[in-house]
């Protein structure tokens, strides 16, 4: 069996259509970030919806369906985007039908199934980690050790960095496919994992895929300049567009 396992999609529709479209799976598992930064919040709900097997919410997801200001649940690494990230949460809700803001709302925080006799489990940041903090590529082995320690389970699937790994921690694995919608590793491209249970590979991918439609949309509905940025660049600029120093 293989598991196509995808994260941070953050309304980029165009880029999560081309990954379910070119990548053959049998199950499709989704870490979370569904909606904002991007204009197609609606149209990434419904094929999820439709298609995802095991999905949990993320920190942008939870914003959105609890009415929350982004500005209050992040940290200093994005601290200079937080007007930005408020005004992109506004216009996200204004995207999104009703049907799917309760979709959003009964999202679990992490997920735990078994599929051909391998135990998996899942969420979006970390177990029991707050929003703002981040596992990425740098975050030392005892750490993640810490945070994953008390997990019953053989692969563990994560998101929340827009950049993807795989690491090995103790007797677990933990794979974090990067972001199909908003990649931060200065590749723009779509980026996706997957795993067969069957061989027990594991392949971090990336597709290219057509942004003028993404693009367009942006401009037209006003979002600001780092959706922008990073939807061509692959990664946030290092000022807010209202930072004029």
């Known amino acids: 069996m293989k598991i196509l396992i995808v994260s941070d999609i953050h309304g980029n529709y165009h880029a999560l259509d081309c990954v379910l479209k070119n990548v053959r799976h049998d199950k499709l598992i989704c870490c979370g970030d569904i909606a904002v930064d991007y204009p197609f919040p609606e149209q990434c709900i419904d094929v999820l919806m439709d298609n995802c097997d095991h999905i949990c919410f993320g920190n942008s997801d939870y914003i959105i369906a609890h009415d929350q200001k982004a500005s209050d649940y992040i940290g200093e690494r994005y601290a200079h985007l937080a007007e930005?990230?408020?005004?992109?949460?506004e216009l996200t809700r204004r995207l999104i039908s009703q049907d799917s803001m309760a979709f959003l709302r009964e999202l679990p925080q992490e997920c735990r199934f078994e599929l051909d006799d391998i135990s998996f489990y899942m969420n979006h940041t970390g177990p029991n980690m707050p929003f703002n903090h981040y596992l990425d590529?740098?975050?030392p082995y005892p750490e993640l050790a810490e945070y994953y320690q008390d997990i019953q389970a053989e692969i563990i699937f994560t998101g929340h960095t827009h950049i993807p790994y795989v690491k090995k921690i103790m007797d677990k694995?933990?794979?974090?496919?990067?972001s199909v919608g908003e990649p931060r590793d200065g590749d723009?491209?779509?980026s996706y994992a997957t795993f067969d249970t069957s061989?027990?590979?594991i392949e971090l991918g990336r597709l290219e895929y057509e942004i003028s439609n993404t693009w367009q949309a942006l401009k037209e509905l006003g979002y600001p300049s780092y959706s922008l940025h990073c939807l061509k660049n692959g990664v946030l600029p290092d000022k807010s567009e209202n930072d004029s120093s």
């Open 84 to 89: 930005d990230l408020n005004r992109v949460t």
């Open 137 to 139: 590529l740098n975050t």
């Open 173 to 178: 694995v933990l794979i974090n496919p990067g």
């Open 188 to 190: 723009p491209r779509a």
């Open 199 to 201: 061989t027990g590979q």
